[in-house]
């Protein structure tokens, strides 16, 4: 990688660490995890960074790349098998409250749905992404974004039946 | 809640979690292990090219191993020696490996001072291709050297001998094709290769008792065996014997008979083991070996035997004629010549002229009638071999005789050596290996420490 490259990836790296984290924390549940799935992603978007920034889109880029990994990790024997949670879900998750407790419910029944369906909700609703940049963070179609979307929500509704009402969109 | 609007909340109320520092040196380190992987895979895909090119490399050889057979076609044209001969090589190929087509020459070259120096090689009657007889070195005995060995009239076959052990089979090597065809010999007995009939059909051959032909002390008897190619199939004569060795035999123009030294006389008996008649040897002469039967199929040559003598015959190595059917018949002057490798005419001869030190040496056509002598090819007496550290050496050196007739010289051409051995492209491949590795670690070192440097700077002034 030439000089100016280099220098161009490790800005890029200092201004978004933090916002990379928060996203794949979102998507996998586990801080020192997502630290550890963020940096496998830095280190492949390293390999491909003259090639990204040429497309001027590394942010979109490095999304992929983190939501892959994490689907990726997800599909391990390893993960199966000792999945990085406090407690296992519970199918009713309480009452509608505010504060720590909703947060807690959330993040709980979020842990119970698959992961590209978790993914779908993240990215959407956590990171603010439209239908078509959430297809092109999970290399999928629009059509299958709105699918697992209404999948997900349908899902949340049954597990927290007093935050997510019938009336919410798609 | 409700809606989307209402997701959107639980979302963003879930999301009020104190974020935990990142741990120390995160950035750094994730730089530095980037930085690692980029070059481990650089050096990974060097490696991968480098075996590529080594496999590019092999691979024609592999190839041209594999489509063994199908390099030599049809004679050219004329067959020629080429003008003089290649020096020796290392990498000179096999007839297995890729066969040289019919030959004009077969000869034993390399390091007069080493045992293991020699090259059994063929030479192309129609162009410059240089093979090893591979069949004669796998049939090599320490303490005697290669095997005996008779190169057909035509230039197309190798019959190869034994040793000093019994041999059980004589092995016959195509060299058109590389192929090889087993020859049972059955009793094993020690094979001494007499010659080869001009119709290519028979081979005669004795019996020799286990042990050098050379060490004429532990020779008992011997008995001529003809070998028919067609049938495959040896036939011993035991009325024609001699002791303690067959010295020499030699077919008659029409195949069908054979002269044959049997003690101080020579004995003419046809294909079927009938003697015809015999003849007195002039004192201190022996049947030429091979070539004693001129084309016209009157005359037999003589010469001085210096192991049948032990002592130096008064004419030197002159070449005495007499007549083939016994009769009284004026025949031509005895004649100084080298040693005789076949006859062109009646009149017309091949001889082998080694120079003053026996390095080296020259292929001459005389003409008997006019004394004109023309040089047909040459080893070049100045090279060395062994790594410099010994002369080379020609011998055992035979024509395909039933090629003479036509036979032309040719302006000699870079020789074609066939496909280079493994070993070779192996050891250019690491060459290569470790040359161009070295240039590019060297040159990668020095990216790595520029891109440190900047790096490293780049951190500082971010961090002031």
Redesign the interface.
Known sequence: MRADDERAYVEFVQGRVLALRRTTYHLCGDWHLAEDLVQSALLLLYRHWPRVVAASAPDAYVRQIVVNTVLEERRRWWWRRVRPMAEPPDRHVGSPAAGVEGRLDLRTALASLPARQRAVLVLRYWEGLDVAETAEALSCTTGTVKSQTSDAIAALRRLLPDYVSEGTDV | ????H???T??A?????A??A??PG??E???A???R??RR?RVGATLAAVVAVLLAGIAPALFATARRGAVPAAPAGRPSLPDHFASYSDVTSTVTRQPAGRAIVYYEYGGNDFSDGLQPLVVGADRDTYRRVDAVEERKSMGYGFPEVLLSPDGTQVLVGGTDREATSLTLVNLTTGGRRDLRVDPPLGIQLLAWSPDGRYVAYGDAPVGSPNDVNKLATTELVILDLATGTSTHYPQIQAAPAIRSASFAPDSRRLAVQLGAEAWIVTIDGQRERQLTLPAGQELLMRYAWLPGGTLIATTAYSYASGVPHPDGGKLVFINADGSDRQVPAPVSVGGVLGWISSTRLVTFEADERSVGGSIVETDLGTGERRTLSRFNRAERCAYGLSDCIATDLQLATGLLGTLDTRAAGPPDRGPRPIWMWIVVGLIATFVLGGIGAALQLRRWR??RR??SS??QR?AR
């Open positions: 809640m409700t809606g989307d209402g997701l959107s639980l979302f109320l879930a999301d009020t979690e974020e935990p990142l741990r995160f950035t380190q994730t730089i292990l980037a930085r992987s980029v895979r520029n891109r900047e790096a780049d951190l971010t």
